[in-house]
């Protein structure tokens, strides 16, 4: 993929008595941290005119390893996703607070260039199934099913294995951050969203760029 330039949410965080707040701006495309009075946090998060969980807050769940998530039935908030947020990962949450707190709007745009990046093909946990193995297998790649390329964890969960010598790089990318096997990529590796908290995880902890941005 080429540069593009794209839109992303700018966390913000509201104790629970501005909760109306929080609600306009999520509703204004940013993404609310909820400062409960128990000190528990949620996160409040925007859904599509669908009334379905962007692909955004879906991810910023997916980033703390977390799933778990419901839909607001009543109040300023009516309508909009909340998700608890786990004790692990209250720390990370209240970072991309202080992250975006220079950020005066709820949107803010970046530019993203995979094929400068290619962080999230460093050291990334890109779980595996059996249809990924398939398509290797139907590429003419059957190594990438073998222990050279992938892990098979007790509880039978399948792993892309990374190198370490290799600072920590996919084996499958090239020099020029191109993906060796990108026809026949993994499906994780296809439907990684550019942009989304996930996306600038990886590139923090690759490159320390802190805002997704490289200046
Ligand atoms: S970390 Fe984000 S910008 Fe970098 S290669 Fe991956 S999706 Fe693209
Ligand atoms: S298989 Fe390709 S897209 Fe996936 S992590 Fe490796 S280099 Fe990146």
């Not at 993906?179 to 902890?205: G, K, M, T």
Request: net charge positive; with cysteine.
């Amino acid at each position: 993929m080429s540069a593009v330039t794209l839109s992303r949410p700018v966390w913000r965080r509201f104790e629970e008595r501005f909760l109306a707040r929080a609600a306009a701006w999520v509703r204004s495309g940013g993404h609310a941290l909820v400062v409960r009075e128990s000190g528990k946090l949620d996160m409040l998060l925007g859904v599509d005119e669908r009334g379905r969980i962007t692909e955004a807050a879906l991810w910023s769940i997916l980033a703390l390893e977390q799933e778990r998530r419901k839909k607001v039935k009543d109040g300023p908030a009516a309508g909009l996703v909340m998700a608890r947020v786990d004790e692990h990962a209250e720390s990370a949450t209240l970072d991309w607070c202080e992250r975006d707190s220079i950020h005066p709007r709820a949107t803010r745009k970046l530019k993203f260039d995979c094929l400068e990046c290619g962080a999230c093909c460093h050291e990334a946990n890109v779980i595996l199934d059996e249809s990924d193995l398939e398509r290797f297998r139907r590429a003419g790649r059957p190594e990438m099913t073998t222990r050279s390329y992938i892990k098979r964890a007790r509880d039978g969960k399948i792993t892309l294995r990374f190198l370490k010598n290799h600072d920590g790089r996919c084996q499958n990318l090239g020099p020029d951050n191109k993906c060796f096997v990108y026809d026949c990529r993994p499906h994780n590796c296809r439907v990684f969203p550019v942009a989304s908290e996930a996306c600038l995880a990886a590139r923090e902890s690759t490159f320390g760029w802190r805002d997704g941005a490289t200046d």
